[in-house]
């Protein structure tokens, strides 16, 4: 993990999300394709530090969270832009997805 990322719980969410540009990965401790997609999340973040609030947001403890955004696999990294979502991604993508993503956004 990194120092860029941010934990999310069902407490700070909304305000986390609230301005700018977001990234949320939604995972599990137990879920063997979010493990895998952890380094990618936490150099996106290194990256985008500034620019992006790239979080984490563990499901098990934030269901309700989860439940409101109709998070059904995981992982499922969802963008949003001052609140709003724009884009979700299911399962796993390579790291240019999500920086294309990321780039479209913030232009």
């Known amino acids: 993990m990194s120092a860029n990322e941010k934990i ?3 407490q700070n969410f909304a305000e986390s999300i609230r301005s700018g540009v977001s990234l949320v990965d939604f995972y599990a401790d137990w879920c063997m394709p979010c493990r895998m997609l952890a380094p990618t999340i936490a150099s996106i973040a290194d990256e985008y ?3 992006v609030t ?3 947001l563990n499901i098990d403890q934030a269901q309700d969270i989860a439940a409101q955004y109709g998070v ?3 992982p499922t990294v969802i963008l949003f832009k001052d609140g709003k979502l724009i884009d979700k991604k299911v399962g796993m993508s390579p790291k240019p997805v ?3 993503l990321l780039d479209e956004n913030l232009a």
């Open 8 to 10: 999310l719980t069902s």
């Open 49 to 51: 530090a500034g620019k």
């Open 72 to 74: 059904m696999s995981i």
């Open 98 to 100: 999500y920086q294309k």
């Open 54 to 56: 790239v979080g984490k």
